[in-house]
């Protein structure tokens, strides 16, 4: 039999099967794809793992496995018997709260949540799952109201926008998960800031299942997509774990040092500033 590798795909040509696409997709799955389509085929479609990376100057571990230790701590804490590590200091007061909560059974933690494309509940492991998610805290306030509680580490500034587009598809997750649900808010625990740094906004079921089509077309574009152009620039390649192995067409490290420009940076923060005070005038 007859084969070829296209746009990434093996498919069978004797045979036309179809090629390869993505048939499932997260918020950071998407953001991957929408970075460049490449690197979310060498990821999620190849496979190809992650060279191993040398720490930060100064540092002792990498950034996402900081996070998600300090998320583990979180958890571990809410549910009680361990001490509350220092990098949770800031928010010890919000997390005495949801820890009663949880005794008294108004709160989920680490919640697997996974959507078929008609945005139908379904099992995380179930082969139609389409959308999955993983939230870190959700609270039941009442029979019509609820909370979603996402702890974040690092900086806030910056992030705006990503984050306040992952609150959107974490509060329409939960109003698809739980039709009773009149009223949400949705809160960014920014655990290395000052707690008055906690971000929150609320949503009305009206507004908040509006952002069904906004998610649904962009996650068909990821989830149907059988070529995947590189997208080399600096802001795509800065961090991406292909960058000098698996990738071919990164951006030279030269390129890279100017995006770290104090002049770029201080537009880049300019940028992500006014594009999250228009998302919250939306809102």
């Given at each position: 039999?007859?084969?070829?590798?296209?746009?990434?795909?093996?498919?069978?040509?004797?045979?036309?099967?179809?090629?390869?696409?993505?048939?499932?997709?997260?918020?950071?799955?998407?953001?991957?794809?929408?970075?460049?389509?490449?690197?979310?085929?060498?990821?999620?479609?190849?496979?190809?793992?992650?060279?191993?990376?040398?720490?930060?100057?100064?540092?002792?571990?990498?950034?996402?496995?900081?996070?998600?230790?300090?998320?583990?701590?979180?958890?571990?804490?809410?549910?009680?018997?361990?001490?509350?590590?220092?990098?949770?200091?800031?928010?010890?007061?919000?997390?005495?709260?949801?820890?009663?909560?949880?005794?008294?059974?108004?709160?989920?933690?680490?919640?697997?949540?996974?959507?078929?494309?008609?945005?139908?509940?379904?099992?995380?492991?179930?082969?139609?799952?389409?959308?999955?998610?993983?939230?870190?805290?959700?609270?039941?306030?009442?029979?019509?109201?609820?909370?979603?509680?996402?702890?974040?580490?690092?900086r806030k500034h910056g992030n705006e926008v990503k984050h306040t587009e992952q609150g959107q598809l974490y509060q329409l997750a939960a109003f698809l998960k739980y039709p009773q649900l009149e009223s949400l808010s949705v809160e960014f625990w920014y655990t290395d800031q000052p707690v008055d740094q906690l971000y929150s906004v609320s949503y009305t079921r009206e507004q908040g299942t509006r952002y069904i089509d906004k998610f649904t077309r962009r996650a068909e574009q990821l989830t149907t997509a059988t070529e995947f152009p590189p997208n080399p620039n600096a802001h795509s390649c800065r961090w991406c774990p292909y960058l000098n192995n698996a990738c071919e067409f990164g951006v030279s490290s030269d390129i890279l040092k100017a995006a770290k420009s104090p002049f770029i940076q201080k537009t880049k923060r300019k940028k992500a500033t006014g594009m999250a005070a228009l998302f919250e005038k939306r809102e």
């Open positions: 039999m007859s084969s070829e590798w296209y746009g990434g795909a093996y498919f069978l040509a004797l045979f036309g099967t179809p090629l390869k696409t993505i048939k499932s997709w997260s918020f950071s799955r998407l953001l991957d794809f929408e970075a460049c389509k490449y690197r979310a085929k060498l990821k999620y479609l190849d496979r190809v793992p992650e060279p191993d990376r040398p720490l930060p100057p100064g540092k002792t571990e990498h950034a996402n496995d900081r996070g998600t230790r300090v998320h583990t701590a979180a958890e571990l804490y809410v549910q009680g018997g361990v001490e509350l590590v220092p990098e949770l200091y800031n928010y010890k007061v919000h997390l005495d709260t949801i820890r009663d909560l949880y005794k008294a059974g108004r709160v989920s933690l680490e919640g697997e949540w996974a959507f078929d494309a008609q945005w139908n509940v379904t099992a995380w492991k179930s082969y139609s799952a389409w959308c999955r998610m993983k939230l870190d805290a959700f609270v039941n306030v009442d029979d019509v109201s609820g909370r979603v509680i996402d702890y974040k580490t690092g």
